[in-house]
């Protein structure tokens, strides 16, 4: 996917950079989703520590693809501001949520 974004022939480190943060987010959001069908399986459990971690940087990428995808098409100030706002919010979210998970003892199988 990340390489049907890429322009054919032109690259330089800039481009090179900002694809690579598009993989990994994308990467990110992938394992979320793929660990949600291995949590049983695999014998996590949703507030297990690798859970937690793996959860908060899917939800997190999300929420960058989100916002920079929003803005590829180019729109208002205030638009940006608000996606700006929403991506701290989402990361002091999952900060709070990484303080407690793995502040808890983590759940015996």
Request: without cysteine.
């Amino acid at each position: 996917m990340v390489m049907r974004l890429a322009p054919a022939g032109y690259t330089s480190l800039r481009m090179d950079l900002v694809l690579l943060h598009f993989l990994l987010s994308v990467l990110m959001v992938e394992w979320a989703i793929v660990l949600v069908f291995l949590l049983r399986p695999l014998r996590l459990s949703w507030r297990s520590h690798v859970a937690a971690i793996s959860f908060g940087f899917g939800v997190y990428s999300a929420a960058l693809l989100a916002g920079g995808g929003y803005f590829t098409i180019g729109r208002e100030m205030s638009d940006y501001v608000f996606f700006s706002f929403f991506r701290i919010s989402v990361y002091l979210s999952i900060l709070l949520w990484w303080a407690v998970t793995l502040w808890l003892p983590e759940p015996k199988n």
